[in-house]
């Protein structure tokens, strides 16, 4: 239940005087459906009423706040000239000026004969000062509030920044001082105001520095966002290592084989990752551990290593990838691995039916399957193991927390190791494992050739395409991949189609198109021609992205590169360069180029590492963009900027780890506070748990 002191802060905005029903929805799109929602709303800029000058010494263009005498009211001749109210001060006049105007309103607020407030952008005409439409009109016993510094919105249509500084002031008087859950040691060396005071500053700007990220007010609301991460993680963490875990450590006969099988020597980093791996395996606590590194850095081998462990112990062992495509690759990569030691391994997807399907549920059932690789397939009610041991989830670019507990609930204290190909910043991996171990795949296999990566303007297409037209002579298979135009699949598509009449009409029927909109047998069927027919350039929209091994393919075109986000290009990069051939990407770009452009192709030039390129990318871009937030499952800070404030993570880290030594009940009076910052921050997962004991 949530502690009732925060019941105004989640009440309906509706609950704010002059939200109506139809207001309400407009601000639910902008800011959320919550009061506590428009407190996180915080203002991007701010307007500096408080110079006040003289008429004839307001210098035009400059925000001023006058006090006038109104003389004379002038409505136009023809509706479509503007209204005009003469006014002055002792210095001079200026024109009021309004367009489309409603009469009564301006006679009651600018009466004449009257003196009057107005605030608002000087301009000149005819070397005349005037002020079209004022942004605020009061009377002289106003003048202290519309004096003042005015915070600026981020707004959506159909809200007016009055009202919405109104519903954010309401929502401000709403806020209950609540009690301190941050450490009172911490707060003094930081200088850090209590949280009621912080939000009140952070909402009234006085200056520019008081709206950079770290401004006091705002370092410490973006440290509460970053604490209710942090702990709420740790608590679920250590709910699962509550759970009794197993302790998994084979006798090494299947890994000692397959070492003496394999065709090739394990890098350093493969060795590193399966001894941290092995290590934690067996462990009696529960593993759940991110095993990071590029497309093509040898995971799928670590996981096999791992999987072994398992299997060598009695138990069974499943590794799951998010697509049927991968699922099969995966699957291609292990089973002749496996096969070479006396291992076979299973493989069900949603393709398996039928009586297929029976007999591999029953294998998995019955202990006989040991090994088994699928898609989410795997996790259906309806599939038993005997026992679990270990499983393996490829996450790819996917961050599917839910699907990762589902598979590791069909065993008892089930070890989880995560795969994922997109190196994610430490920064922003603490945000979202927590303090989830991880085995970072940092070392390619040997023997792999350097990508050459060019820059090249899309004015010199022809050039490109002459050059394509070697390539294709000396026999390479080509990408060309198009890019995701206004965020569109059907633009996206477009462009593809466009792209590919163009070059079939040069290349025939060498070309080949591939798109997401097409179905996944079509798919397979342009992959399969690519792989291993008669297709030998590949026009694709991103979908090969998360896609198909082609060892052959040694070309990549990325059209408007400029458009991509680094960690995107780096995955598309790695389809290529991945047999022992030279391999080559041109990234095409379309003039001008912004510089976080030009920065993001200087580096996709400059390296291949994929833990280099991400930081990168966290740096040019901030954490909310980094992934397309809300599919990535990355949470989604309403105050922190992880760019911004990385070193808070740490601390909030450290701190969190710290509660949890020694009050992991929240039961101490700085606990129930971080109760309700929890709450605050509704992190429902954890609060759920720690209601469960
Ligand atoms: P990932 O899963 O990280 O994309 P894989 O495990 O599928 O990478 O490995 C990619 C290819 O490299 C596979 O064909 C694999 O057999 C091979 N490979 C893996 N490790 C090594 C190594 N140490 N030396 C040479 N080749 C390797
Ligand atoms: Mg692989």
Known sequence: MRPPILFPLFANVSALPGIGPRNAKLFEKLAGPHVVDLLWHLPTGLIDRRFAPKVMEAPEGAVCTLTLRIHKHEPPGTPRRPYKITASDDSGFISLVFFHAHTDWLRRALPEGETRVVSGRIERFAGRPQMTHPDHIGTLEELATLQAVEPVYPMTAGVTPKLLRKAVHAALERTPELPEWQDAALLQRRSWPPFRAALQAAHAPESDADLLPTAPARQR????????????????????????????????????????????RLTGAQNRSIAE??????????????????????????????????????AQAALMAPTEILARQHHATI??????????????????????????????ADGSTQAIVGTHALFQE?????????????????????????????????????????????TLALTVYGDMESSRLDEKPPGRKPIAT??????????????????????????????????????????????????????????????????????????????????????????????????????????????????????????????????????????????????????????????????????????????????????????????????????????????????????????QALRVLLYLFERDAAIRLLQSG
């Open 335 to 364: 089973a002749p691995l496996a096969e070479r030691i006396g291992l076979s391994v299973t493989l069900l997807t949603g393709r398996e039916k039928g009586r297929a399907r029976d007999a591999v549920l029953a294998g998995l």
């Open 221 to 264: 609301l973006a440290y509460d966002e970053l604490l209710s991460n942090q702990l709420a993680l740790m608590v679920i963490r250590a709910r699962q290592r509550k759970q009794a875990g197993r302790s998994l450590k084979g006798e090494g006969r299947l890994r000692q084989a397959l070492l003496r099988a394999l065709p090739f």
């Open 382 to 426: 309806d599939v038993a193991f005997k026992d679990l041991g270990l499983a393996v989830i490829d996450e790819q670019h996917r961050f599917g927390v839910h699907q990762r507990l589902a598979l590791a609930g069909k065993g008892q204290g089930t070890d989880v190791l995560v795969m994922t190909a997109t190196p994610i910043p430490r």
């Open 454 to 671: 060019r820059i090249v303007p899309l004015e010199r297409l022809d050039e490109v395409i002459d050059a394509v037209t070697r390539a294709l002579a000396a026999g390479a298979k080509i990408y060309w991949v198009c890019p995701l135009v206004e965020e569109s699949e059907v633009s996206d598509l477009a462009a593809a189609t466009e792209r590919h009449a163009l070059l079939a009409e040069r290349f025939g029927t060498r070309v080949g198109l591939v798109h997401g909109k097409m179905k996944g047998a079509d798919k397979d069927a342009v992959m399969q021609r690519f792989a291993q027919g008669d297709v030998d350039l590949l026009v694709a929209t991103t979908v090969i992205e998360v896609g198909v091994d082609v060892p052959a393919a040694t070309v990549m075109v990325i059209e408007h590169a400029e458009r991509f986000g680094l960690a995107q290009m780096h995955q598309l990069r790695g389809r290529i360069g991945r047999g022992d051939k030279p391999a080559s990407c041109l990234l095409l770009y379309a003039k001008p180029l912004g510089e976080t452009a030009k920065a993001r192709l200087a580096i996709m030039r400059e390296t291949e590492d994929g833990f280099r390129i991400a930081e990168e990318d966290l740096r040019l871009r901030g954490a909310g963009e980094l992934l397309g937030t809300r599919q990535s499952g990355l949470p989604e800070f309403r105050l922190a900027d992880v760019a911004v404030h990385g070193d808070l993570l740490a601390v909030a880290r450290d701190d969190a780890r710290l509660v949890m030594e020694r009050d992991a009940a929240l039961g101490s009076p700085r606990g």
């Open 277 to 314: 791996i092995e290590a934690e395996m067996a462990s009696p606590t529960r593993m759940l551990r991110l095993l990071q590194g590029d497309v093509g850095s040898g995971k799928t081998v670590v996981a096999l290593f791992a999987m072994l462990n398992a299997i060598e112990c009695g």
